[in-house]
Each structure stands twice: as C-alpha cells, then as structure tokens.
C-alpha cells in the first residue's frame, strides 16, 4: 500500500458513507427481509452496490485482522461484507504465511455478524472450503449440525467448490443432513448445490433425488431440477418418478 494511505476502520467507514444512497437502502431494507420476525430482522443498509464495495474491499486488502473484525461486527450490512471481501481476497492472495489459518478462526470465530444469504454466499466456499479441501472435514458437519440458520448454510455452501472438483460426496452428506431443516433459505441451498452437481453427472443428482424426493421441502426439490427438461421436472414435481 501506498504510504500515509488511511486504512482505518473509521476511515473505511467514511468511504462507505460518502457511496451510500437512501433509495438503495430502502429497497435493500425489503430485498433483504429485516422486518420483524424475518431472517434479516434489525438489518441497516448505507444503500451501496457490491461492485463499488469490492472496489473498496481491494483498496484497503492490507488492513490489519484486529480492523477487519472490527468492520466484520458492525451495524451495518455493506460494511460486514466489505469485510468479508477483504478477508476473501486475502485469502486466496495472503500477505503472510500464517493469514490462511487466521482467516479460517476468525470467520468461524464471526459466524453470528455473517447473518444474511448473500454474505454467507459471497465468502462460505472461498474460506471454509478452501480451507477444509485437503483437511478433515469434519468442521462442515460441526455448523451443518447448528442451531444457527446462518452456520448451516455455510456448510451447504462450502461445498461449492468441491462441487465444481467433481468431488460430490461431503455436499451429499450435507444435503442429506439438511432434507428436514425447517429454513427456506436452507431449502434453497440445498437445492442450489444439487442443481451444481447435476450440472457436472446428473446421474448422481438423479440418484439422490429418486431417493429422497419425495420427503423433500418443495422449495429445495424445485432448485434441484431447475434446470430438468419441463416434462421429466413435472414428473418429479406429481411424484411420477420411480425411487431407486
């Protein structure tokens, strides 16, 4: 970084600010579902575009972990994920040879400010499962098992890359863990990743459909076939399929 650049969490804060826009806030406010007894409950948006904040989050990549935590607990929802895309970028290009492994604890150490799809989706894959790839994955099965919506939806979505490794089995696992969770937006993960699978072999998407599709949440069931011819999609969708 330049010297004498300004790369304090109040400093990044004033940037932000100064990109805000109330009209995107508002809609943000109602995209977002922060109204009372929904997922993003309490939420407060400056009202800033991702692509102005990733121009932001690679400007100040170099600010310290104590900074990004900072910004990562705060208020307001662009600044968790500026954070997030710092710690993103960062991890996949560390300044330092100890920066992967402080990335790991501190996301897992974040998981209650990492509380909306988006900023589960935009990070889940490129720390926990990058992390994980040639480790034990049994940290995935730890937050697939959580009380938290938000840290079960990291486990789906960590998946992600091993999914596009042609590496199937720890995201079958997962889905199949996650068929009775209660949570739309686990339904939409789940089905999400079956889609990404079968994308790759959809003989092992069908596989685990014909054995599960029938005890699936419809939400979850209609993302896992999108993509289906229509005819074979209303098949599944009236329960004509045969199990295997």
């Not at 790839?133 to 009380?147: I, T, V």
């Amino acid at each position: 970084m330049k010297r004498g650049m300004n790369t304090t969490v109040a400093g990044i804060q004033r940037e932000l600010r100064q990109l805000g826009n109330a009209e995107i806030a508002r809609h943000s406010l109602r995209f977002f579902q922060t109204g009372p007894g929904q997922y993003g409950v309490g939420d407060r948006f400056l009202g800033i575009r991702v692509p102005a904040l990733r121009v932001v989050a690679k400007k100040y990549r170099g600010i310290s972990f104590e900074d990004v935590s900072e910004l990562l607990r705060s208020g307001f929802h662009e600044e968790r994920l500026t954070a997030l895309f710092i710690l993103v970028r960062r991890y996949q290009k560390p300044l330092g040879s100890g920066d992967r492994d402080a990335i790991y604890r501190l996301y897992l150490d974040s998981t209650r400010w990492i509380n909306n799809w988006d900023l589960v989706d935009c990070s889940a894959e490129h720390i926990v499962g990058a992390h994980l790839c040639q480790r034990n994955k049994r940290p995935l099965y730890k937050l697939a098992g959580s009380e938290s919506l938000w840290e079960r939806r990291i486990a789906m979505m960590a998946t992600g890359g091993y999914i596009k490794q042609r590496q199937f089995d720890d995201a079958l696992r997962i889905a199949e863990i996650l068929l009775p969770d209660p949570e739309d937006l686990i339904h939409k993960a789940v089905g999400w990743m079956l889609r990404e699978i079968g994308k790759r072999d959809i003989e092992t998407e069908e596989h685990f459909l014909k054995c599960h599709y029938r005890n699936m949440p419809r939400t979850m069931l209609r993302y896992a076939i999108e993509k289906f011819p229509e005819q074979k999609r209303q098949r599944y969708l009236q329960g004509m399929i045969r199990d295997s």
